[in-house]
Each structure stands twice: as C-alpha cells, then as structure tokens.
T-cell receptor, first 115, second 112 residues
C-alpha cells in the first residue's frame, strides 16, 4: 500500500530534550516536506526537500533540523524543544511530475506536546 | 507571508444541503488545489485545477478555477455526514513551484 508513515504518532516530552520524528514514504517520491498545524494558523511549512541531500527552509524553520540521506526518509529533528513547538506535525511527499507540486500525500500526523 | 483567504471559516449545515466555499488571493495563481482533512488525519487531495475557468468534478464535489486566476470555488452537493472535516485550498505561489501556499481552511459540520 502506497503511504507516508510517521513515528511516533503521539509524543509528550520536556523542554530541551532532543527528539526526532521519523517520516518514511514507499512511493519513490522526490519531494518531501514537513508541516506544522496549529489552531487558527493552518498548515505552515517547516522544511522541504527536493531530493536526496537537498533541503530548503520553509516558512517556519527556526528550532528544527531535517536531513535527507535516503530518498524514502525525511526525519524532523528538534535539538532543544520548547513549549511553542507543541503542535500537530505532518510529513508529506509528492512525485513532483513535470515540475508540478500538487498531489501531496500526507502522513497521519504526530501530535507533540512539549512541557 | 503570502496567504490564501478562505471563506467561510466554518459552516454548520443539515444533511442534504448544498455547500459553497471559496478561496481568494491578491496574486494570480496558476494552480488551485482543494484538500480535505478528516478529523485526526492528514489532508487528502480532492481536486486540482490548472486552467482559468476550468470546472472539475469529483463525485458530489465541483471546483472552479476563477477566470481572474485570483480565486477558486468548491461546491458540495447533497451533503452527507462523512463530508465533515476541514477543507483547504492551496496553490504554488507565483514564481515558486517548490512550495504551496495554504488557506486557513473551512470547517464543515453536518447535522444528520
């Protein structure tokens, strides 16, 4: 089954404790992205990657890191989480056919709480 | 940053009613996308529009690409309880096909 998986689905942590949220897709997509979703603010892009070893900042990259060592994986790293990073996080991937970014496939989401 | 304006922000309707929502921008867009997010899940693409004036249907859903290229509309006919969710419009901003700009969503509730 074609899908984007994220782990963990739920995470409660404390300020300053490094964490990683994993994302994996089995569709051989070039493009992958991380979003955060907050009430009243909609979906905001954190980072995206056009291909292996190619990453770029989105609209809200502060406090986050990403890496793209393999095509299928795009982990999101919070080196020193803070309470304002409490949010619902989504990973997405896209085939990016003909330079067109439209059919993004989203993972199920990771609900992160930072105390 | 640039943003798409969606209206209404929320809707509460009776089962069987038709629904209309729209999305506007101050800039011209070359692609309009409509996504739906079911409670507790990630957004799923419903309809993609690529040409001004284009009208595309997906079951009971119909979306239109405005002729000014600054707006788009989504209609749902004969709503059913499973239409509940948040509907987002999105599109790549002018001159940048590497990211999407998103609206804040229209939250739809359907009373059976």
């Amino acid at each position: 089954e074609a899908q984007v998986t994220q782990n963990p689905r739920y995470l409660i942590t404390v300020t300053g404790k490094k964490l990683t949220v994993t994302c994996s897709q089995n569709m051989n997509h070039e493009y992958m992205s991380w979003y955060r979703q907050d009430p009243g603010l909609g979906l905001r892009q954190i980072y995206y990657s056009m291909n292996v070893e190619v990453t770029d900042k989105g609209d809200v990259p502060e406090g986050y890191k990403v890496s793209r060592k393999e095509k299928r994986n795009f982990p999101l790293i919070l080196e020193s989480p803070s309470p304002n990073q409490t949010s619902l996080y989504f990973c997405a991937s896209s085939p990016f056919f003909s330079g067109r970014l439209d059919t993004q496939y989203f993972g199920p989401g990771t609900r992160l709480t930072v105390l | 940053g640039q943003q798409l304006n969606q209206s209404p922000q929320s809707m509460f309707i009776q089962e069987g009613e038709d629904v209309s929502m729209n999305c506007t921008s101050s800039s011209i867009f070359n692609t309009w996308l409509w996504y739906k997010q079911d409670p507790g899940e990630g957004p799923v693409l419903l309809i993609a529009l690529y040409k001004a004036g284009e009208l595309t249907s997906n079951g009971r859903l119909t979306a239109q690409f405005g002729i000014t290229r600054k707006d788009s509309f989504l209609n749902i006919s004969a709503s059913i309880p499973s239409d509940v969710g948040i509907y987002f419009c999105a599109g790549p901003p002018p001159g940048n096909n590497r990211k999407l700009i998103w609206g804040l969503g229209t939250s739809l509730a359907v009373n059976p």
